[in-house]
């Protein structure tokens, strides 16, 4: 089952008979999971599961659904804010290496993102950590994805939540998207609503008030994902003016590629066409191929992308006819920016001396 079919059937869209067994089947697995889940975060609670700290402040950026939520340009956006306070600081991802290239790609965005921080790749955070202040001066852990990572203390828990996919469909795994209920919220510090931009703003009260009712001392900002430009090899860099006299054939494989495709359309751009993967899909010659034809016969003159694809496909695409560009993006925050700013600052000023 493909996301994009599974993503149908959980949300309630697929009607067949077919699908109500599937979902049914799927709620059973659920309550083993979210029994799973929540013995797991008491014995932490209770101390029955050992929590390590480290010496230096962390910061965790997680959510509490599957697939991409916009925690990346999260943590760039804190590694740079750290950086101009002087702050050295590390950030510590799993990272999802394919299989035949050997490329990253969170790693890889991150390491151009942030080149003044040290990007420790390990599933094991705590190790990470450790690693990370042994090998030079560190100040600050940021942990990507780390709401759920349990074992490593945090000073500061914050949570991003896409505003298109707030919580899950209201289930946890496999029947939702939850990686845990969304009571779970009352753990966390503050909340980045990402993609405002592409719902109502009844849609964005509705979500705010939501998380409130879970927590109501969460600091809770709304954000955007801004497109800045698009990049290619050369160091080859189109404005955006410049791309809306493009034709263009965009594909992607992330969480929710629905974002990535509206971003575009929002921007005035002419979309020809689209392909969407499973998020960090594998690529294989063939699925390029099909890109670079499906674009041709279109008569595109661009293939757009996101900075995650890209990375993985810019050295594999067979054909070079048609210039291959990711989308570059920032996180911009439209409210909440000064509450956040300060909830950051409270969490370090006990661990570390702020300029």
Avoid at 206 to 230: L, T, Y
Avoid at 245 to 269: K, S, V
Wanted: with cysteine; glycine share 6%.
């Amino acid at each position: 089952m493909n996301q994009q079919t599974y993503h149908r059937l959980v949300s309630g869209q697929s009607k067949s008979l077919a699908a109500a067994v599937v979902r049914l089947l799927l709620t059973i697995l659920s309550w083993f999971y979210r029994l799973g889940v929540c013995l797991r975060n008491f014995f932490y609670s209770a101390g029955l599961l050992k929590i390590h700290r480290v010496n230096a402040a962390v910061i965790s950026v997680g959510n509490i659904t599957v697939g991409g939520t916009g925690k990346t340009p999260l943590v760039i956006w804190l590694s740079r804010f750290l950086a101009e306070k002087n702050i050295h600081c590390a950030i510590l991802t799993r990272g999802y290496k394919t299989r035949k290239t050997k490329l990253t790609d969170e790693p890889a965005i991150l390491a151009k993102g942030c080149p003044d921080a040290e990007i420790i790749v390990n599933p094991d955070r705590v190790s990470a950590a450790r690693e990370a202040i042994e090998k030079s001066d560190i100040q600050v852990v940021l942990m990507d994805d780390g709401f759920q990572h349990r074992r490593l203390k945090r000073d500061l828990d914050i949570v991003t939540i896409d505003a298109m996919r707030p919580f899950g469909y209201g289930r946890v795994l496999p029947a939702g998207l939850l990686r845990e209920p969304a009571a779970a919220l009352k753990r966390a510090h503050a909340a980045v609503v990402t993609r405002c931009d592409l719902v109502g703003q009844d849609n964005l009260t509705q979500i705010e008030n939501k998380i409130r009712q879970i927590n109501p001392d969460i600091v809770i900002a709304r954000s955007i994902h801004s497109a800045v430009c698009a990049k290619s090899t050369d160091p080859k860099q189109f404005e955006l003016e410049q791309l809306r006299d493009r034709r263009i054939f965009a594909f992607c494989g992330i969480g929710n590629p629905d974002a990535f495709f509206g971003t575009i359309q929002g921007l005035g751009l002419n979309l020809l066409g689209s392909q969407s993967y499973n998020d960090h899909h594998c690529y294989t010659h063939d699925c390029l191929t099909d890109i670079c034809e499906e674009a041709t016969y279109l008569n595109a003159d661009m293939i757009l992308t996101t900075q995650k694809d890209w990375t993985k496909t810019a050295l594999l695409m067979p054909s070079k006819n048609i210039p291959l560009a990711y989308l570059a993006i920032e996180l911009r925050l439209l409210t909440g920016k000064d509450q956040l700013i300060n909830l950051i600052e409270e969490a370090l000023a006990g661990r570390i001396q702020l300029e």
